[in-house]
């Protein structure tokens, strides 16, 4: 099926929980875009469903378009698509704007700036996101980018199809680091969740109750609002899986070591999401860091 022309060409590499709703996002909101994905039936499922376009390599998807948006798994997955004879850059024509959502490694993301650089005419933006499978859903993702302002001046408004925030962090690799800072914010958030919700199930206090009363005090967040009571009802079939958490920690972990940032808790919690994988549990979703408290 092929799109009509709208705000401009786009492509979208990746199709996964979070890339196949943002890149239905660009659609829906007028612009003609192209998909590729490393599994084609799924490719020609979006465009069916929303009237684009897919492409069998990377750089035939990104031949043409004005933006090209990027979200695989991790730093080899991304060399994959945007490098090579078929990546994404070989594809990109001068004034193209290229930014990756994914989240990898800082130093990957300054590689790919460099490679971008290179040809000429070409730019290229970390854009890591915050917000699960629910954001992209809704569109309403928090995007920290590392690059040029010029590039970012053009890209902003395209990711508002997808981002509530969109936000420029600093150069090339400031929206990898920017991600870690949340990821470190969020896996403790989780720990104190997991413990406050174990405590309150041994104390024999009605879970539903504490959580809506603590809930609009100075314990409020997210993951209090959004995984407290699924929590409590041992419910992990969903959301953020232990597996992507675990891979983003090693991530921060390492990056820490170069930097010499001290990270005692993300550590502590980094082992503690190993333990789930040994269970089993790679893919539940990461709140099930209470199993480990009630040894579950």
Not at 172 to 184: D, R
Request: glycine share 14%; net charge neutral; with cysteine.
């Amino acid at each position: 099926m092929t799109a009509t022309a709208g705000k401009g060409r786009a492509a979208f590499i990746g199709l996964g929980n979070m890339g196949y709703p943002m890149a239905g996002h660009l659609a829906k909101a007028g612009y003609q875009v192209t998909v590729y994905n490393r599994t084609a039936a799924k490719a020609k499922r979006w465009a069916e469903e929303y009237g684009g376009d897919t492409a069998a390599t990377p750089k035939a998807a990104a031949s043409g378009a004005q933006f090209v948006f990027t979200c695989v798994g991790n730093d080899d997955d991304l060399r994959g698509v945007a490098l090579g004879e078929e990546g994404v850059l070989a594809g990109l024509g001068e004034g193209a704007v290229y930014a990756d959502h994914s989240t990898v490694s800082a130093d990957v993301a300054r590689e790919l700036d460099a490679a971008a650089r290179a040809r000429r005419g070409v730019a290229f933006l970390d854009a890591p996101i915050s917000g699960g499978q629910a954001g992209a859903e809704k569109g309403t993702l928090t995007i920290m980018v590392g690059g040029e302002e010029a590039a970012f001046a053009k890209a902003e408004t395209v990711m508002r199809a997808y981002g509530r925030a969109v936000t420029l962090m600093g150069p090339a690799g400031a929206g990898q680091l920017t991600k870690m800072v949340n990821q470190i914010a969020v896996v403790g958030v989780i720990q104190g969740l997991a413990e406050a919700v174990h405590f309150a199930k041994t104390a024999g206090l009605d879970v539903g109750r504490v959580i809506d009363v603590i809930s609009k005090g100075a314990a409020q967040s997210w993951q209090m609002e959004n995984r407290a009571l699924t929590m409590a009802k041992d419910e992990f079939d969903f959301g953020f899986a232990v597996d992507w958490m675990r891979k983003d920690l090693g991530i921060v972990i390492d990056e820490a070591r170069g930097n010499g940032a001290s990270l005692p808790t993300t550590a502590m919690i980094e082992q503690f999401y190993a333990r789930l994988q040994a269970q089993g549990g790679g893919r539940w979703d990461s709140s099930a860091l209470i199993k480990l408290l009630a040894g579950r």
